[in-house]
């Protein structure tokens, strides 16, 4: 199965939650934001400025198949927290947090100067417009699920190799047992480059 359909898939797993007997959740925007990235939106989370006109709020999770700028994928995901003036067209990132697959921070940053600009600068953050602000041909999916968590882990689930499987009449000898290897050794665990600013990307910048 391709990754694309495994993605499909994973969508389509989440999605017959909600149409099943009882249904148990909560409902989520997904939206591919590019090759190997979406963006998942709680819509049941924008919030509505009243002291700003029709500015709205909302958090929005980028899910990133390589979170890093090696060539070697890091799958990771970004969370930002942007604001969308919906009368004027414009939205503006106010601060965002780049995880790992695990969890773990990898950098958080504030926006010094958070300007507003037009919302069409990148796929992902026009979509997020569009669906915050309630307009029409936002695209995307509707899922459901426990929570925003369980979503992110679907994605990025969908990225993983299929399992190795035998052929049939296959050799079934009993595999070797493996030799522990020396503190330090070739199966030491590699450590990723330590995150920074300058090779990440927030969600809505």
Partial sequence: MSRAARIVAALAG??????????????YYVVQSGADAWTVIDPQGVETLSNEGPVRR???????RNIMTGEVPVPGYVR?????????NLVRWTEFT??????????SQR??????????NASDIYNAFRL????????GSVVSAESVA??????????????????????????????????????????PPKA?????????R
Avoid: H
């Fill in 132 to 139: 915050v602000c309630r307009r029409s041909g936002g695209g």
């Fill in 150 to 191: 369980k979503v992110v882990i679907s994605l990025m689930a969908a990225w993983d190799p299929p399992p190795p499987t035998l052929a049939a009449g296959g050799d079934k000898r009993r595999p070797a047992r493996a030799k522990a290897a020396p503190p330090g050794g070739a199966a030491a665990k590699t450590i």
């Fill in 111 to 120: 926006n010094p100067n958070p300007e507003w600009n037009p919302p069409t």
């Fill in 14 to 27: 989440l999605a017959t939650a909600a149409f099943g007997p009882v249904a148990i959740g909560a409902s």
């Fill in 58 to 64: 909302a958090w929005a999770v980028r899910v990133q």
């Fill in 196 to 204: 920074t600013v300058s090779n990440l990307k927030p969600a809505t």
């Fill in 98 to 107: 780049a995880f790992s697959r695990t969890g773990a921070t990898l950098v």
């Fill in 80 to 88: 930002t927290l942007s604001e969308y003036d919906c009368g004027a």
